[in-house]
C-alpha cells in the first residue's frame, strides 16, 4: 500500500481578496511544516493563464468537476459569499478525485476541544475556546473569537473581528459583518446577513438583512 504524498497539491477556487489571503495563510502553514503545493487558482471570470500574486489561473470550476488524476486534490474555496461558496462546493463533490482540507493559520489558539468538518478556512488570529462544533465549508476571517459551547453549521462567514459569545448557534449560509458581536445564548437562523458592527442581543429566526445596534430587519426595498 503506497503512502500519501507528504506534499499534497492544492488550489484555491476565487482569485479575489479572499482567495490571495488564503495563499497567505497557506504559505503560512507550509513555513511551520512543508504540506501544500499551490497550483494555482480556480476562477471562472479571470482568463486562464492569467498570473495572481505569482500563481496562474487554472480555469474555470470546469476544471475541478473534470479533474481526474491519481493523485487526489484538495481544493479550497475562498469564497465571502456563502450562497456563492455553498452552489461551488456542491459542483465538486460528485468528483471522488477532489478532497477538502481544514486550513487553519498557525496562530489561531484553540482547544483540543473543537470539532471540525472539512473544507473549513480559519485565518490568522482567531480565537475558539472550548466544547466547539463547527461544520464544513465555513470561513472565519481575522480577529474573530468563537466562543465556549457554539455551534456553526454550514457555509457560513464569519468577516474580520466577529465576536461570538458563549452557547451561540448558526446554522447555514449566514454571513456576519465585519465587528459584530452575538451576545451569548443566541439561535441565528439560516440565510441571514448582518452588517458589519451589528449587536444582536435576541435570537433571529427569520431569514434577511439585518444592520444596526441592537440589529433590525432591513426590507429587501430599502
Request: glycine share 12%; hydrophobic share 35%; net charge negative.
Amino acid at each position: 500500500m503506497s503512502k500519501e504524498p507528504k506534499i499534497k497539491p492544492i488550489v484555491i477556487v476565487g482569485a479575489g481578496g479572499m482567495g490571495r489571503d488564503t495563499q497567505w495563510l497557506i504559505e503560512r502553514i507550509n513555513e511551520e511544516e512543508p504540506t501544500y503545493e499551490i497550483l494555482g487558482y480556480i476562477d471562472d471570470g479571470i482568463q486562464q493563464g492569467s498570473i495572481i500574486d505569482g500563481y496562474p489561473i487554472l480555469g474555470g470550476m470546469k476544471y475541478l468537476e473534470e479533474y481526474d488524476k491519481e493523485q487526489k486534490l484538495a481544493v479550497a474555496f475562498a469564497i465571502g459569499n456563502a450562497k456563492v461558496r455553498e452552489k461551488l462546493v456542491l459542483k465538486c463533490l460528485p468528483n471522488p478525485n477532489l478532497w477538502y482540507p481544514n486550513l487553519i493559520d498557525p496562530s489561531v489558539i484553540t482547544s483540543q476541544r473543537v470539532h471540525l468538518g472539512r473544507g473549513n478556512i480559519i485565518c490568522t488570529s482567531v480565537i475558539m475556546t472550548t466544547n466547539i462544533e463547527i461544520g464544513n465549508f465555513n470561513l472565519i476571517c481575522n480577529r474573530s473569537i468563537v466562543g465556549h459551547d457554539d455551534k456553526i453549521g454550514d457555509y457560513n462567514t464569519l468577516y474580520p473581528g466577529v465576536l461570538l459569545s458563549g452557547d451561540v448557534h448558526l446554522k447555514t449560509e449566514t454571513e456576519i459583518g465585519t465587528g459584530s458581536q452575538i451576545i451569548q445564548g443566541l439561535h441565528i437562523t439560516d440565510e441571514v446577513i448582518m452588517g458589519a458592527g451589528s449587536t444582536v442581543i435576541e435570537d433571529i429566526n427569520e431569514a434577511g438583512t439585518y444592520v444596526g445596534v441592537p440589529v433590525r430587519r432591513v426590507n429587501d426595498e430599502e
